[in-house]
């Protein structure tokens, strides 16, 4: 069976790298696969959060994934903590996990900066519950923006060498899905950065709960360059910018894909419809798109965080079909490791 697991993590606000990298990719998976949504709030105090805020984020990551269209009622939406089965399973992953592979994560390296020796410790073992997450579902595909495919790739590693450890064939080897134009949208304010929810200025991000002024605001104060729009010589066979100029147009480079991923369309045509002109007329367009495309989706995102017995509801109602589906693994996974339970 094709079982779909993926999360976001409630610690800062949902951005518009999340939704095109993530959750939109998550509601159309919802058409083939038996999907489990998670908000990762376990993930998220390995950085240390204020709990009002914890909470507040949960319910908005929740409202964020009904918003954008994923059903309550067929796919599976919980947040992490509920279900225990996540971290007793990633105590046993934290046995199998060698420590160099940990030492070879960049996502690590860079959230821990140069003080490393003051980093939580959940941070760095953060990789192991992500691969118990996944696999105490058995989950086979996980669609994911592309910062996150190192750690897939540590996920197989780590229902590998289970396998072999134990002898078994028990867990899947993952797949990630990295899907559409947008799998990697940068920083407004710097196109060699990734957008993100942990950046200093809330300028270098769209969140999704702007309104519509503030969308433009961030928009026209978008880092750009001073050459005119490019012609369709950027745009490889692949149908992907070339390296070339993604390297020496960077926010070009992203303003386009997102606006090609907002409006659903390829780079080529964007590009097509777009050559010689400014700026100027081009973020006036992408202003467009994304307030017509975000507005709603912010508008019902706020109104359900405001009910957030409707909110409770769905991840209390979630997390024990979570549960029902994970107790029997964990069980399962138990017995492999010869753990005693009379
Ligand atoms: N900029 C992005 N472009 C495309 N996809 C992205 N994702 C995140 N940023 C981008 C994808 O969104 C999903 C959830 O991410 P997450 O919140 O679990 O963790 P993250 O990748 O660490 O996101 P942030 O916003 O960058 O958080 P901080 O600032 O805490 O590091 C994932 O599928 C991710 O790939």
């Not at 951005?15 to 999907?35: E, K, M, P, S, T």
Request: hydrophobic content about 40%; some cysteine.
């Amino acid at each position: 069976m094709k079982r779909i697991f993926s999360g976001v993590q409630p610690s800062g606000n949902l951005h518009l790298g999340n939704y095109l990298g993530a959750i939109r990719n998550f509601v159309a998976l919802q058409q083939d696969f038996d999907c489990i949504y998670c908000v990762v709030d376990q993930h998220a105090i390995t950085l240390w959060q204020d709990p009002e805020a914890l909470r507040q984020r949960t319910r908005e990551v929740t409202a964020g994934y009904l918003a954008a269209g994923i059903d309550p009622k067929t796919s599976i939406i919980f947040n992490q903590s509920q279900v225990a089965a996540h971290s007793q399973l990633a105590w046993v992953f934290n046995c199998v996990t060698r420590i160099g592979w940990l030492n070879r994560m960049t996502q690590f390296k860079d959230k821990a900066g140069k003080n490393r020796e003051n980093a939580s410790s959940g941070l760095y073992v953060y990789p192991n519950l992500m691969a118990a997450d996944i696999l105490v579902y058995k989950a086979t595909h996980v669609p994911v923006g592309e910062d996150q495919k190192q750690h897939l790739e540590l996920t197989r590693d780590i229902a590998q060498k289970f396998n072999n450890d134990y002898g078994v064939e028990y867990f899947p080897i993952v797949e990630p899905l990295i899907q559409g134009t947008a799998t990697r949208v940068m920083s407004l304010r710097d196109g060699s950065k990734k957008m993100s929810s942990s950046d200093a200025s809330d300028a270098a991000r769209i969140n999704m709960t702007d309104d519509g002024d503030t969308v433009a605001k961030k928009i026209r104060r978008a880092t750009s360059d001073s050459e005119r729009l490019p012609d369709a010589a950027v745009v490889g066979p692949d149908g992907q910018f070339t390296t070339v100029f993604r390297q020496a147009r960077p926010e070009a480079a992203n303003l386009l894909t997102i606006f090609a991923a907002l409006t659903d369309r390829d780079l080529a045509a964007v590009v097509a419809e777009f050559e010689g002109k400014g700026f100027a007329d081009f973020k006036q367009a992408l202003t467009e798109v994304a307030v017509a495309r975000l507005g709603p989706m912010g508008d019902e995102m706020k109104r359900m965080v405001n009910d957030s017995a409707y909110v409770d509801s769905v991840l209390r109602e979630g997390a024990e079909r979570a549960a029902a589906i994970a107790a029997p693994i964990l069980s399962e996974v138990y017995d492999i490791v010869g753990f005693l339970r009379p």
